[in-house]
């Protein structure tokens, strides 16, 4: 069984063709619309496999779902069988995306209750998980706690006992196949949807009930805001 096929490339392909036994079977689940290098490779052991659609999403809302089949590159249709929920937001900060997650997490933890390992914080690229170190240090000093480069958590303090919180935080490429209830995203306006819609597909689609995106600034938002179809709100500070 292989999961998150769309991420193999022909050679991973040769190697698993050559490792199967004359009688096995191999079932592959795959998103094509989450594949964010060429198109699938050709001439492998895929092309022998008899196709069988899964058109339903039974993650998202419709709310959600709605918004991220936008950036779908398969024609295929979508199905959503989730029921409709909260609007996703759209938020910036004015200074960097520190000031903006550290609103929206107190936001969601502090005052609505949405329990900290139920957020999950994700950024379009690596090198910017060492930026928002930078950024968020100031805000969350818990150094039993620091971030990794390819991933990791930063703690905030809640209630008079100071309660250490930890967030999951980590790319949009590490968090393929995965899913929270909360979803923060930075970073969708360092890049252009035309040419990543595979990364606008899969950050927008990991959210089970609520999705934030947030903007540097108020210009990126605007432009954000045109392109997702969302209402533009002012966080932090």
Request: overall charge negative.
């Given at each position: 069984i292989i999961d998150e096929g769309q991420d193999f490339g022909a050679v991973e392909w040769d190697f698993i063709e050559s490792?199967?036994?004359?009688?096995?079977?191999l079932y592959v689940f795959?998103?094509?619309n989450q594949r964010a290098a060429e198109?699938?490779?050709?001439?492998?052991?895929l092309d022998s496999l008899e196709p069988f659609s899964l058109p339903r999403n039974c993650r998202s809302t419709r709310e959600i779902h709605d918004l991220f089949v936008r950036f779908a590159s398969d024609s295929s249709p979508l199905e959503c069988r989730v029921r409709s929920g909260r609007s996703p937001e759209l938020a910036w900060s004015g200074t960097h995306y520190a000031v903006g997650v550290r609103a929206v997490l107190t936001r969601l933890v502090i005052e609505e209750g949405i329990r900290p390992e139920r957020v999950t914080c994700l950024v379009w690229a690596a090198y910017m998980l060492?930026?928002?170190?930078a950024q968020l240090a100031p805000f969350y000093p818990h150094e039993k706690y620091p971030f990794e480069e390819n991933g990791g958590q930063f703690a905030t303090y809640r209630g008079p006992a100071r309660?250490?919180?930890?967030?999951?935080?980590?790319t949009i490429e590490r968090f393929s196949g995965l899913e929270n209830d909360a979803i923060l995203v930075c970073g969708l306006d360092s890049i252009k949807a035309e040419r990543h819609l595979a990364d606008y597909y899969q950050a927008l689609s990991r959210a089970r009930s609520h999705l934030v995106v947030v903007a540097k600034n108020e210009v990126a938002a605007m432009k954000l805001s045109d392109l997702l179809g969302l209402e533009v709100q002012h966080v932090g500070e």
């Open positions: 490792a199967l036994a004359d009688d096995a079977l795959m998103d094509p198109p699938l490779p050709s001439g492998t052991i060492t930026e928002h170190l309660q250490v919180i930890l967030f999951p935080y980590t």
